[in-house]
């Protein structure tokens, strides 16, 4: 039989390893405390060379102290009553926003993304129009490097959304944005993603007896082709988009809002005086109540309300399969302002106002990824 190790030395190896281990999870944690502080650190000059961006572009940018945390799973800055107004060269002069606090959040799982969690109650102000706003959950997530997927730049996610307005509150259950980039160099397109579920309007909204106060879902897919020009100049970059072939793609668009469905895809641009123009095309089932919804809150005229009324109860056909509301597919064109559905005129859009919201210009997104 073999002899038995001496019981001081077994005691010796567990020692030295128990020393091993000690001094592993030491340098493991003096390593992980290194870089949550280059972390936070690429944070805090990252959210001050925005901060001086803005100011520079003419916005007045104020907020309290940024706090650091996080450790040891994430790396935050937590920035305290931040505010945000557009200066007087800006437009549309007046916007503002101001919450009670905004978190930035990298993972250590996810170094490439950044997290921007919006807790509280947010303030907006627009032309005039003030918001409240406040969420169970919202978060934007952003790139930070410059070879980040660009099909996926930006996701913003919200649950259970209240948005207090002069109309009334109204809430949704859950909202989510994507947008992203796609195409060869020389022809780049921008997408946008859009889902909507549980929308409750404000109770006095009009013209929603018929429908009922709640949107169970709207789903929007949007490209855009070309990029807009450059300078600050609105009415500049929106020629110079249309002259380069852009165009504004709605490839689907879906609702479904009490017993009225409606589906459309469209193909719009900018004609000669910089309007809005295109043709499209929208299938709608329940359309009755639509109209008279369109109708009550002044969207429709009265003779634009039923001719198009007509128009639906002519082309309305049962669906193939015998179940469900018959369904009208009808051509949509919209050209010099006029807004005609099969033919027949419904109305005369404003104006668009390129000088009332003339374009920021934006930075360089190699400025934002840094």
Known sequence: ?????????????????????????TALAAGHALLW??????????????????????????????????????????????????????????????????????????????????????????????????AESLHVALPLRADADPREAV?????????????????????????????????????????????????GLIGTARLGNTVERIALDLVLTSPPGPGRDAAQRAAAWREGGGTLEVRRLEARWGEAIASASATLTLDGALQPAGTGTVRLSGGDALLDAAGNAGLLSPLGAAAARVALRALSRAPPSGDGPPQAELPLMLRNRSLSLGGIPLARLPAWDWERWRWIAAPEPSRLRN
Not at 70 to 89: E, Q
Request: proline share 9%; aromatic share 4%.
């Open 155 to 203: 996701a913003a996610e919200a649950r259970r959304l209240r948005v207090d307005t002069p109309d009334g509150t109204a809430e949704i259950g859950s909202a989510s944005l994507r947008i992203g980039e796609s195409g060869d160099g020389a022809q780049p397109t921008t997408s946008l993603l859009l889902s909507v579920a549980g929308a409750t309007l404000p109770p």
């Open 37 to 134: 502080h280059r972390i936070v650190d690429q944070l805090a000059e990252g959210f001050a060379t925005w901060t001086a961006l803005r100011r520079a572009e003419g916005w007045g940018v104020a907020h309290g102290p940024p706090q650091r945390g996080g450790w040891p799973f994430a790396a935050t800055i937590t920035v305290a009553k931040p505010r945000l107004h557009a200066g007087p060269d800006l437009v549309p002069s007046g916007a503002a926003w101001h919450a009670e606090a905004v978190v930035l959040r990298i993972s250590p799982t996810r170094p490439d993304r950044l997290i921007l969690e919006m807790p509280g109650r947010h303030h907006l102000r627009i032309d005039g129009a003030v918001l409240s706003v406040m």
């Open 1 to 25: 039989m073999p002899a038995k190790p001496p019981r001081t030395g077994r005691r010796a190896r567990r020692s030295l390893l128990l020393l091993a281990f000690i001094l592993v999870a």
